[in-house]
T-cell receptor, first 110, second 113 residues
């Protein structure tokens, strides 16, 4: 079983839609969590960190549920430019290596 | 400022050959990481350097893979006797310190024929 699991999608949504991605992690010792965004044939870039209290950055909201070992990302009012792969990431037990899920592909159409 | 740079951007080699991939981290970043990303997968950790030393090499798949960072800045990932299964994008990342945000370079796309 992979340490971080997420639905690969693809999620195909129209502009303006709200879309939610979920992710589960198996290592309860994981300390920190992130969402990274990766465009086709580009490197991953940090989208946002995920906190137990939840955090919001504009149209993006991330949540962490440690009891259920579950992470989510909500995107409101989707834009064409949101089309990308979203990688759920945990900080490994050693606290140095990032552990990535396979990624969820989002395609926003007009 | 300049981000993480990697050279070459693409490398095509034949099975059994030796390859070197270079990573130039962000200036001042003490931590450097190598990851490997296969098609349809997320990046997988290979090795982590803190300064000049490999602090965690638990992700290296076998002894054909080796990495160095002799002066605590530029790092080279070396792969001996390449196999077709080594084909992937090799990503380098750096961070200010070991638990700080990791910034990725554009990667080297390695193809082993």
């Amino acid at each position: 079983r992979k340490e971080v699991e997420q639905d690969p999608g693809p999620f195909n949504v129209p502009e303006g839609a709200t879309v939610a991605f979920n992710c589960t992690y198996s290592n309860s010792a994981s300390q920190s969590f992130f969402w990274y965004r990766q465009d086709c044939r580009k490197e991953p870039k940090l989208l946002m960190s995920v906190y137990s209290s939840g955090n919001e950055d504009g149209r993006f909201t991330a949540q962490l549920n440690r009891a259920s070992q579950y992470i989510s990302l909500l995107i409101r009012d989707s834009k064409l430019s949101d089309s990308a792969t979203y990688l759920c990431v945990s900080f490994g037990e050693a606290g140095t290596a990032l552990i990535f899920g396979k990624g969820t592909t989002l395609s926003v159409s007009s | 400022g300049a981000g993480v740079s990697q050279t070459p951007s693409n490398k095509v080699t034949e099975k059994g050959k030796y390859v070197e991939l270079r990573c130039d981290p962000i200036s001042g970043h003490t931590a450097l990481y190598w990851y490997r990303q296969s098609l349809g997968q997320g990046p997988e950790f290979l090795i982590y350097f803190q300064g000049t030393g490999a602090a965690d090499d638990s992700g290296l798949p076998n002894d054909r893979f080796f990495a160095v960072r002799p002066e605590g800045s530029v790092s080279t990932l070396k792969i001996q006797r390449t196999e077709r299964g080594d084909s992937a994008v090799y990503l380098c990342a750096s961070s200010l310190g070991p638990k700080d945000t990791q910034y990725f370079g554009p990667g080297t796309r390695l193809t082993v024929l």
